[in-house]
């Protein structure tokens, strides 16, 4: 399988590839490390005319401590983020869940930034974000802004990117809520998540219960009123909308949230 | 668009289409036919090659990603006068390999890991072949074959 017919075009700056993008319009696609564009490029799931390669703008590729907050480069591998001593210290959630995304090969190609921009509910990273209450820093046209991780994510591969807008950096701020877990249940190794569940602090997400990463609301407020991690870990699936398809019904996500969510809660617990 | 990849030490330069993945450039334009199409879908790993060293499946990356960098295919392991990598050895030695379609993915993967981690447990091992899927189901002798290649390194 190779993809549709495309013009390739090679991005060395953030303001090269913002330029590229307007030039070609909205059939434009960035492409970052490619391990979730291609695939679906090569399943016509994805056919833009043009793509215009970022993988090289190395200004996108870092990790800081910038005081109040740590800020990541939208092009930092998932290998990277896994391997990071700055992230082990600070967030070790992020740089752990980012040693779960996939496989290695997966690891060394695949970024945060394509991760979150591309949006799969059954990604880690984009429900990672959300529970760490991440700031996604964008850049258009029209200068950069800063989205809330709570506002980010519209739909199924939805995105609150404008056509032509990058994502360039993602932020969390310090310290993160203490004791955290990533719980992710796959059938073969290299599987998507059937279900995931991403605890930091007082902040719950689960991957794969609906269109987009959700926060588990119910949880949270259960948490927040004093209720045990059992106890919370029932609410785990209101408010969900789980696709019922070859891998699991509707209702067996639901059960494994619940489980999840309270395995999740007790780990948590024991690191806080 | 014009192509441009060390592969194996060498140059490969070769006019390609946009849309030409890396695994076909190098079974097509660069003639090593180590790395093979398994699944195609960045699941199996018998594409496995190195991209600046580290593992990458090269049927999920476009050749003009690949474009002015270096790539070591399991061809360019050995040394010039055809002695094995320790890798390839202790495949052999451990018979590592049933059929052969996953070995070279299997050893290059192998390779990168080693790289990253000199001294792999097992454990460490199978997590790190999970990228990798043998189905002869010959895994035992793969991760037998990889730990022996991690104790040959050690300086003794």
Redesign the interface.
Known sequence: MIPATFTYQRALSVDEALELAAQAGEDAKFLAGGHSLLPLMKLRLAVPETVVDIGRISELSFIRDEGDYIAIGALTTHSELSQSSLLAEQLPLLAHAAGQVGDPQVRHCGTIGGSVAHADPAADLPAVVLALDATIVARGPSGSREIPASEFFSGLFETALQPGELLTEIRVRKPAGPGWSFQKFTKRAIDWAIVGVVVQGGNVALVNMGSTPLRATGVEAALAGGATAREAAGHAAEGTSPADDLNASRAYREHLARVLVGRGLEEAAARG | ?KVNVTVNGSQVEAEV?????LV?FLREQANLTAANVGC????C?AC?VL?DG????SC???A??ADGREVVTLEGLAGDDGELHGVQQAFRAEHGLQCGFCTPGMVM?AV??LEENPDPSEAEVR??L???ICRCTGYHNIVRAVLAAASERRPR
């Open positions: 668009m289409p946009d849309r030409t993945l076909h195609d879908t960045s699941s790993g496995t991209l580290r593992s990458v499946k999920t990356l476009l003009a990603q993967a990168s890991l997590t790190a999970e990228g990798n």
